[in-house]
C-alpha cells in the first residue's frame, strides 16, 4: 500500500522576510570626523529610503526601538530570498552600518496556516471512503488551497501592507511550540491542532482594528519556529493581546517565546537621526 | 451563541517604565583627557538632573549598585512610550554614554492586578445566571474597576513616588510564571490564581512600612512577564522579603526570576561620580 | 560467557567535513587601505578557488548567508582530518581573515546509518540460534557492511558531489538526539530506532529531486550530534521538509534541533565580494 | 483570625560580602609603558594592602586562581552595604584596574541557618496548644535567636576570620535549591528541610580542621541563591568534600551549582604581581 | 550509634590537570610587526618546550585543534595544584599570549575509581556483621585502595603517559551525571553504580590499543564534573567509542556531555607556528 500522506501543517506562503536588529556603537560614532558623519548619514538616508518601497515589490520598515535588547530594527519583506539577501547587506555595507553592532536576525516567510482546509479535504476523502494523500485528496486540496490563496483575506496574510501612520507601534517576536514529552504539539493530530488553533484565532480576532499581526514562519529558516509582528495606535494594546493569548490552551501549553522588541515606525530620516543620536 | 468572554489576568495599568543598566568601561573613561572627561560628567549631570522631575510627568531614579552585574541603573518612569523612548536615549547619547556599557533594559509598565475584582464580577453574574462577557457583566467589570482605579491604593501603584531619603536602597529584579507541564500558571483558574496571588499579597502586606514596592507588567514588552523593584531602608529586607516569598506557594510552584540588582538610590551629581570613578 | 556486543548505531563513514561560519568586521574592513583590501581580496579568492576542488579528494562550497546568525559560511569536505584542518586555517591565515569573525564551527564526518543490515544480521543470528556479536554474526555484518559501501546509493552519501547551479541554496542545521527520562533515543530498541529511521527516510524520499541531503556525524566530534545540509532549488522546499519532518515520530519526540542557516552558494569570487560589500 | 507565620528559613545575618571576580586583558597591560605599570601596580598594591583590614571591620582577601573561568578573585566582607560598595569601587578605579576584565560579580550576606532553632519553637507552641507566629511563639524565638546569634559558634560563621596561612587554598562556588515539580525545595516542610540540613551538616562536621567554610545568603541579592567559600590546607580536600556532599540527600535531589573557582589566597604584592605577568 | 559512613564514589587522584584552550585573534597578530612576531614566537616556543617535561614531574602537550570551539589546547598535568597554576601564567604571559583568546579553562584530576573496592570492603563488613565506616572497615579499605595504588594499572591512569607519535590525534570533553527527578545518578546505591560503571568499562576495554583514555575528576573544581582525553591513530575511533559508550546505559540514562575538542599532538615549534599562521 501507498504511505498515507498526512499534509502535518499545511500553509501558504508570501514574502520572505528578515527582521534585522542592531544598536549603535556610539563611541565608534563619536570617533567619525562630523562631516564624515554627515555624510555617512545622508548616505544611509538614501539607502533605507530606496529599500522602502523596491520596484519588484515587498516593502521595509523602519523600526525605532524603547527599553530592548537592540536600538532599531528594520524589517524587510521581499518577492525572492536573493532581493531579501540584498536588502539587508545594503544596509550593512554602507559606511554608517559600521558602528550598527548585529544583535539579531530572523529569517522567516509570510504565512497563512491552512488547517481548516486540511481538515476539510481529510473529512471528506473520510466521508468517500478514500484515503488522505490519494489523487482524489490531493487535487481537492489543491482546488481548496488555490481558492484560499486567492481570498483577499489570505492576500493580505502573505502580502500584508506596510505599516501606516495609523498603527505606528510595532511589537516583534519569535516563538516556537514545545516538543516536551508532555507537551508535544507535534504529536498532535491535526483536528486537535485545527481546534487550538480556531479558539487561538478568536482572540486575535477580538483585536480586529486594534491590533494589525503579520505571521511568519521560520520552521527551516531559524531556530524559532516563528515570527509575530504587531502593530498598534496604542503599545498597551501589545501587553492586552500577548496576555490574553497567553492563556489560550495552545500558548499555556505549547509555546515558547524569545525576547519582545517593541518600537515606532519611522521615516529613514528619523531612523537615521536616531543611530546618530540626533 | 456569542464567544465567553474571560478576562485572564485584569490589570490596571499606569507609567511605562524602563529599567535601563550599565558597567562603565574604565579603560575607555581613561582614554578621554581631564578636561573632556569633566565637562561630560557636567554634561551627563545636567541631562541626568532634567530626567528626575519631568514637566509631563513620571521621573527617573538614578541607582548606583553593589556586587551586581552591573555598575549603574537608571529607572525611568514616564507617561508615554515615546516619552520613555526619549529618556533613555537623552543618556546613551551623551559625551559620557560612550563609556557606558548597556548590560540589559526591561521595559514594562506599572500594572496593578484586579484578581478580586475578576472574581467579584464572575460571580455576580453566575449569581444573576448571566455569562462572563455578556453586556451586564462588561458593565459592571467597568465600573468596578473605575472605582478601583480612583482609589488612593491603586493610584499609588500605578504612579508611584520617586524614592526618597527615608527608603535609598532598591532591589530590582524580573520574574516570569512557569508553563511547564506541571507547573503552569496559565492553565489556572483565575480562581486559584486569585487565591494565590490573596495569600502571596499577604506576605507583602507584612512588610507594609519597611518594603516599598513597584510591581510592572511585561508581557509582551520583554522576555520576562514582571519587574519588581523594592526600596527599603535596610537592605536585609530585601533578603527577608524575598526568601519569605519564595516559600509562598505561588512562587514555590510557578515562579521563576532573573538576575537580582541591588544598590542605592544617588543624586544625579553622585551617580555621575560613580562612572567618573571619584 | 562473552559479553554481548551489539552495535548500537552501525554507520559507514566518508569524508571529514567542516562548517566554517563567519561575519564580517566592517568597521576593521573599512580601516584598511583600498589597496590593501584589493590585494587581500585577489588573495583570499584565490585561496578559496584552490580549496574548491583539492587534489587529493573532497571539495569547499562557498556559501553566501541571508538573514542567519553568520554572514558567510564555508562547508570543506575532506578525505583526512589533517587535510580538513589545513582547509579551514588556509581561510584564517589570509590577510582577509582578519576581518572575519568566527562565529561557529562543526566538525562531522559524512555517514551512512546501516540500521537495515544491523537488524538483518540480527535476526539472521538470531534464527540461527547464534548470539549478536559471536564470530558468524562478525563475519556476516562485515560482508554486508562491505556490499552496502560499494553501493552507488551508500558511495553518493559518504562521497557527495559538490553543489551545482541547479541547487543553489543551502541550508545548515545541527541536531541532536533527546536522551531524557521520557524521550531518550539513546534508551530504545535497534528495532524501534530503525523502525522510526526508516520511516524517516520515507519523508526524505518524498523530495527527491527537489532537496539533497547530506547528512554528516558529529557525536565525538562536537556537541550537536549530526549535521543536516540541504541543497534545493527553491529555499521554500527547506521550510517544506524540515516541517514535514519535524511531525515524523523521530523528530517530533527524539530530535532537539540548533541554529539554521540558509543562503546560496556563491563562487570564490562572489564570496569574496560579499566580504567586500561589493 | 490573625494569618499563621511561618518562618520559612530562619536565619541570621552578619557581613555583607561580594565575590568580585577578574580576567587580565594582557594586551591592554602590554600597550601601558613600563613607568606607568610600575606606578599602576604600586598604587593597586596599596588599595588591596587598605582594604585587607578596614578599619570598621570585615576583610578583604586576595585570590590568584587555577584552570578557572577567571584569573582573579578578591573576596569582600564588610559590615554595611555601602561600605561593601565602596571597597569593590576602588580597585575598580584603580589606574591598573582597566586591564581588569570582570568576569562575575557575587553579592550575599554571610548567614547561619536556623532550622533547629525554628522546629523547636514550633515543637513548644504546639505542645502548649498555641499557634506559629502567637506573641509567645515571637517571644521565645526572638529568646532562642539571641541565645544562639550570641553562641561563639554562630558568631564565626557570621563574622569569619580572614583565610590564614595554614589554609591557604580557596574554593568557591554559588548555589540554589530546585523548585522543579519533582525536586521542589521551597514545597518542603520545616521539619523535613531541617532533617536534611542536618544530614547535610554531619558531613561538614566529618571535615572540621580539614575545611574551613563560610556559607554565604543571597536570595534577593543575586540569581543564585547561597555561596560557598571553602578554606583548606590541601586542594584534594575540595574534591572530597563536594563529592561527598553531592550524595548527601538535599544536594542530590534539590541543590543545583554554578561555577567552581579553586586557587590560593596571596598577599597583596603577590595579587599585583599576578596582575602584572611577574 | 554512630552515623554509617558511606564512601559516596570512592576514587584514587594523581596528577591536577588544566586544559587550556584558545583562539588566536588574527587582526592583533597581524598588527605585531614582523620582528615582534619572529621574537614573541621563539620565545613562546621556548616557554612550551620547558614545559613539556618540568623537572618536578607531569608533563604538558600542546595540540592543533579542527574544527573546533578554539583554535589551540594545551594540557597540562603537574604534581602540584601551585605548579599547575604556573604553567598557564607561563603562557598567558609570555608576549604571543596576548593574541591569544582563552576560550574555556578545565581544571580537574586525574581519578582512578574504587567502585569495586568500595563493594568489596562493604559486603565483607556486611558478612562480619559490621558497619561500613567502622574501624576494621575503615583498615581493610585503607589496605585495599594502597594495594589498588600501587598496581600498575592504577599507576598508569593516575600518572598517564604524556602522549606520542603512536596515537597523535586527540579528543576532549567534559561530562557530568544528571541529578533529574527521574535520571539521578546521586540516588542510585553503590552496587547500581558500581553494576553501571563496570559495563561502560567494558566499552572502553574493547578499544584497549585502539584508544587511550584519560579520566580526571572535577567536582569542586570545575563546572562539569569530569573531563575525558582521548588518544587515537585514526580519528574515527572517537567517533566510534564515544557512540558506544552513548548506548551504554549509564550514559544513556546519567551522562550530559559538554563541547567537544578534537586536533591532533604537535611539537611546541608547530604550536607556536599555528598561532603565527604559519
Known amino acids: 500500500a501507498e504511505p498515507t500522506y498526512v499534509a502535518p501543517a ?4 508570501g514574502w520572505y522576510s528578515h527582521h534585522q536588529l542592531f544598536t549603535v556603537d556610539r563611541a565608534a560614532l563619536r570617533a567619525l570626523s562630523v562631516d564624515y558623519r554627515r555624510a555617512a548619514g545622508e ?10 518601497s523596491p520596484a519588484d515589490g515587498g516593502w521595509t520598515a523602519a523600526v525605532q526601538l524603547v527599553g530592548a535588547p537592540a536600538d532599531l530594527m528594520l524589517i524587510h519583506m521581499r518577492p ?4 531579501l539577501g540584498a536588502a539587508g547587506r545594503a544596509v550593512l555595507t554602507e559606511p554608517l552600518g559600521d558602528v550598527l553592532r548585529r544583535t539579531y536576525d530572523f529569517l522567516s516567510v509570510t504565512e497563512a496556516g491552512m488547517y481548516s482546509v486540511a481538515v476539510k479535504a481529510a473529512k471528506e476523502t473520510a466521508a468517500r471512503g478514500g484515503t488522505v494523500g490519494d489523487a482524489e485528496y490531493n487535487a481537492r486540496l489543491a482546488e481548496l488551497l488555490e481558492s484560499e490563496r486567492a481570498s483577499a483575506h489570505v492576500q493580505k496574510r502573505l502580502f500584508p501592507p506596510a505599516p501606516g501612520e495609523a ?3 510595532v511589537c516583534f517576536y519569535p516563538m516556537s511550540k514545545k516538543r516536551e514529552a508532555e507537551q508535544n504539539w507535534y504529536a498532535l493530530s491535526l483536528e486537535e491542532r485545527s481546534r487550538l488553533m480556531w479558539d487561538h484565532g ?9 491590533v494589525f499581526q503579520i505571521v511568519t514562519g521560520s520552521v527551516g529558516f531559524a531556530a524559532w519556529e516563528w515570527g509575530v509582528t504587531l502593530f498598534a495606535a496604542d503599545p498597551l494594546e501589545f501587553k492586552r493581546i500577548v496576555t490574553e493569548m497567553r492563556f489560550d490552551e495552545v ?5 515558547s517565546f ?3 522588541y517593541v518600537g515606532r515606525v519611522v521615516s529613514p530620516s528619523e531612523w537615521v537621526a536616531s543611530v546618530l543620536g540626533q
Chains 1, 2, 3, 4, 5 share one sequence.
Do not use: C, H, N, W
Open 10 to 13: 499545511l500553509t501558504l506562503e
Open 43 to 52: 548616505a544611509m538616508r538614501g539607502a533605507i529610503a530606496r529599500l522602502v
Open 80 to 83: 525572492s530570498l536573493d532581493g
Open 167 to 169: 498603527m505606528p507601534y
Open 202 to 210: 478568536k482572540t486575535g480576532r477580538r483585536y480586529a482594528g486594534k
Open 251 to 255: 500558548s499555556a501549553k505549547y509555546a
Open 258 to 260: 524569545g525576547d519582545f
